[in-house]
């Protein structure tokens, strides 16, 4: 296995944006491009992470966005894992370059989905979820989380108010970010006034339903220092699924998938939680962003709650977590999430986040979740200058 | 890179099958991890190749399937290249095998869509192309491909009675499978009587929609060795695309992603057309097998008509070309195709495909298409020993 690292990343804004889902994919992927100081020609294939192009009839993204780069012989992929499709995709062109196939990758995910309304938008997540046991019985995404939620109340006493803490956090973060769906501040008050989405979820607990593209480019060590690109270094990919059906499961409380592909990730890279920096968590609804600190060992089962409420994962705590806003502020373009996550962590790791800056950062870790858990990806990248 | 063979290979009947998509992949990937005469525990990881999970509201068939063979933990990703979905996800298990990620993965392909009325099943086809050019203009896979037989015809007198003869023979060798769709004998007769779809293509002319999944295990030399499964091993694999849009291609009658993607096969392989003693090739209608024996370079751009009336192609002949019933009388359940493509050179070169066993092949190709071209994945296998 090759060391990798990332070239470039690139951006849209995130949010009910009014382009077609090929052309956010074209504009992000470009965009990663531009920051790579490549031609797009130097790009040997692509990995789309896309879970809902049926909405727009268009099932085999790899091919138009290669045409629009100009590269339209070079292969491109779809990979879905749901919400962690972005992660996966990452990780299948991180080893691509790693093993030695190419030494310029793109991954780029997209997601169009605002053209459709909320209910008809839930009820397409639900397909993430084991349809047949759960989304088919009305059990989507906010009720699932719910359940999460709720059981972590039980157990470790956490709070409604320690879980809008988390909204508010991510709030505050995605004002600064001038890619994110919701940047504006939020108070406390505000979520708990919020009306229950299911209980005790409310909509402000809840990431929005984003449009939005991202992508990032990898590439082999030799390639990486010939351009004055070797500033980033992949440290370690982790990857891992748990049983589909939340209730099959024993303990809610956990993702047993965040844990193992943690734990690889941590493996891989030779260092433990203690020397993440900060971190790019899957925060769909706000119990999972405590969840997930929790599951990488950042915190002791059932202590999220408390160290949100301490400010230890503030901007300018001791380990912030999603200072890009996360998927509750800075939104959730399905495909785009894992991805956007990766060019976050490039960006703030090479100092060009602007006032969202996290302060002289060197390792951080992103952790995309597909479902409840049915698949996770966790990545751990190092600042290497 | 290290050398990757293939452990097991497993498939169910292709067909109008009363069992759920997740059903189907379970049983395909049971049959495989049988075949490979392992435990489910020792897989690693799986690629799962679905394009049209949308119709059973399933998108996230990864976990289901892990959970379903026990090893709930282990992550699996979604592969989509539209049509060359389960070729794409073969190469890679290959390559996570080949880089050292993993010893032993699983590709596994399913569809499930006879459920849907032709008509519609033809609309969620159409999604592979490029729906804002073809598609959604009304130009699905029937009318690109006779544009393709059109062209070809024009250009080389290719005739439409060439093109039936390729229907017979892919129904002879289908008579003979098992597991085929169409397993039966049809006359060129049958092909010219039947209704024009798309002029010159007839309904004979066409694969049908089937249900069905197959499933191949990959491992790295050590494992296979240690197995005493070391006998197929994996020589070359080429993944490239084409413009997305037929009509915006300079030619109709060769797909360049095919041409570049056989190219990379058989330099990796160190092989020659020549070399190649039979392949399984896409030829979801009877002009794609002709194009694709063309772009593989195993007959002359033209000559491939011809081949087929002289029974160059048949499985008596000197190059057996979809000795399986390929998926115009094997059938074409999508994700599967790729998949059933390499489980039929795996049984072929093992000696074990019963009725329809080519005679002592060594080196096997498989040719797999998505859409018209913008995707194309080609893998050569060797028995070794």
């Known amino acids: 296995m090759r060391k990798v690292y990332v070239l470039g990343a690139g951006a849209t804004k995130y949010g009910k944006l009014p382009l077609t889902g090929r052309e956010l994919l074209a504009q992000a992927s470009l965009d990663a491009i531009h920051d790579a100081g490549i031609d797009a020609s130097h790009i040997e294939g ?105 059981a972590h109340m039980q157990r470790y006493g956490t709070t409604e108010e320690q879980l809008a803490q988390v909204a508010v956090k991510n709030h505050d973060n995605a004002a600064l970010n001038p890619k994110a769906h919701l940047p504006k501040r939020i108070t406390v008050e505000d979520v708990m006034k919020s009306l229950y989405v299911a209980h005790p979820l409310k909509l402000y607990d809840a990431c929005p339903f984003s449009d939005g593209a991202s992508a990032v480019i990898v590439a082999s060590e030799e390639v990486a220092r010939r351009l004055g690109k070797a500033d980033v270094q992949v440290l370690g990919s982790g990857r891992a699924g748990s049983i589909a059906s939340l209730p099959d499961r024993g303990d809610m409380t956990s993702i047993p998938a965040a844990r193992i592909a943690g734990k690889q990730a941590f493996q891989q890279a030779g260092l433990n939680p203690g020397d993440i920096d900060f971190a790019e968590v899957h925060d769909c609804f706000t ?68 006032q969202r800056q996290v302060p002289d950062p060197e390792v951080a870790l992103t952790h995309n979740v597909g479902a409840t858990g049915g698949s996770c990806a966790v990545h751990i990248l190092r600042r290497m200058r």
């Open 46 to 150: 692509a990995f789309v992470a896309n879970a809902f192009g049926m909405i727009e009839k268009q099932g085999h993204p790899g091919p138009l966005l290669m045409t629009a780069l100009g590269i339209p012989d070079k292969p491109a992929t779809t990979i879905e894992a749901a919400c962690a499709s972005g992660g996966a995709a990452f990780r299948e062109a991180y080893i691509n370059v790693a093993a030695g196939v190419a030494d310029v990758y793109l991954a780029s995910g997209v997601e169009k989905i605002t053209q459709v309304d909320t209910v008809t938008a839930t009820g397409y997540f639900s397909y993430g979820s084991d349809y047949f046991c759960e989304g088919g019985n009305g059990a989507s995404f906010p009720g699932l989380y719910a359940t999460m939620a709720r």
């Open 287 to 354: 119990i999972a962003e405590l969840v997930a600190t929790e599951d990488l060992g950042f915190f002791k089962p059932g202590e999220g709650g408390k160290a949100t409420e301490q400010g230890v994962t503030a901007r300018d705590g001791a380990l912030p977590i999603n200072p890009s806003g996360g998927l509750k502020a800075k939104g959730h373009p399905v495909g785009a999430t894992g991805l956007g996550q990766i060019a976050e962590v490039v960006w703030q790791l090479r100092g060009q986040a602007g």
